[in-house]
C-alpha cells in the first residue's frame, strides 16, 4: 500500500519535497514580524538609565524592535533638586499601563531600595491593575 493517506499522483519526490520546504521556510522567515520589546526603566541617578540603553542594544542585536521609556516620577521638583537627581532624559517618554499591554514582551529597569522596588516601580505595577 501507498501509506500515509497518499495516492500515487500526489506523492512527493525528495527532491521536489526539499524544494518546496526551503521555499516555505525562506518565506516563513521574511512573514515574521519582529517582536517590541519595551524598556521600561526608573533612574534617579542615571545609572539604571545607561544600563537600560545596553540591554536595548542586546535586544536589537537579537533582531527585536526595541523601545525605551522612562517609569513616571513620584517625587516632586524640589525633593529630586535636594537629592541631585540627574535631569530625565527627553528622549525617553514616560511609559504608561497601554505602553506595557501593548508590548510583545518588557524588560524592567528597577533600582532598589532596601531591598525593594523603588516606589515608582510599584506604582507604575499597581496601575498596571
Known amino acids: 500500500g501507498m501509506g500515509c493517506g497518499q495516492s500515487g499522483k500526489h506523492k512527493r519526490t525528495t527532491k521536489e519535497a526539499k524544494k518546496t520546504d526551503a521555499k516555505a ?23 539604571i538609565e545607561t544600563m537600560a540603553g545596553s540591554v536595548a542594544e542586546g535586544v536589537k542585536s537579537g533582531g ?24 530625565k532624559n527627553p528622549d525617553h517618554p514616560v511609559v504608561t499601563p497601554e505602553d506595557i499591554k501593548g508590548a510583545d514582551g518588557v524588560i524592567f529597569g528597577i533600582p532598589t531600595r532596601f531591598g525593594m522596588a523603588s516606589a515608582q516601580v510599584k506604582a507604575l505595577i499597581d496601575a498596571t491593575g
Do not use: F, Q
Open 64 to 87: 527585536a524592535k526595541v523601545k525605551i521609556m522612562r517609569i513616571p516620577e513620584t517625587l516632586g521638583e524640589e525633593v529630586l533638586k535636594k537629592m541631585h537627581a540627574k535631569a
Open 25 to 47: 521556510e525562506g518565506k516563513a522567515a521574511t512573514d515574521v514580524k519582529k517582536p517590541t520589546i519595551l524598556i521600561a526603566y526608573y533612574s534617579t541617578y542615571g545609572h
